[in-house]
């Protein structure tokens, strides 16, 4: 699992960055790829179960299906950057902690940007999955059958 959330991240979104492989080297040691991997595959999950078979108004509109959309998104938003500065900024690892406090080597300026660039990849990732949910969930819902069309 670790490399296959790898790939998506520093291949697919292009984060990795090989001047500065001690963060993502960590990243894929200490289980922060799989954090951020099962974040985006769990939370829009557990949203959109909410919605289909939870939530019981049968006049849903489109506008609520779009409003969950994007709490959805914001929600991973925001945990996937607590995830990624945590992993990131507040790690255990001493050589990562050296480099990182370090200026000449350029690894703070990096290293504080990266959490906005997984939330970022992370909220586009719980679009797709999230409309994928959305229309396997509809199939066999019985209140919101019509959402998202």
Known sequence: MKETFAAIYDTLFGIY?????????HLFDNGG???LGFSFILIPLICWVI?????KYPYGKLWHWLVLMVITMLILFVTSYSIAYSE???SNNQALND???DASTGYEE???SLPVKYACANSFLAL???FI???IMKQFSKIQIHLPF
Do not use: D
């Open 17 to 25: 960055n090989t001047q500065f492989y001690l963060i993502f080297q």
């Open 33 to 35: 790829y799989i954090k």
């Open 51 to 55: 919605f289909y078979y939870i939530w």
């Open 88 to 90: 990131i900024l507040e």
């Open 99 to 101: 480099a990182i406090a």
């Open 110 to 112: 990096y290293a504080a």
């Open 128 to 130: 797709i999955t999230g």
């Open 133 to 135: 949910y959305s229309l």
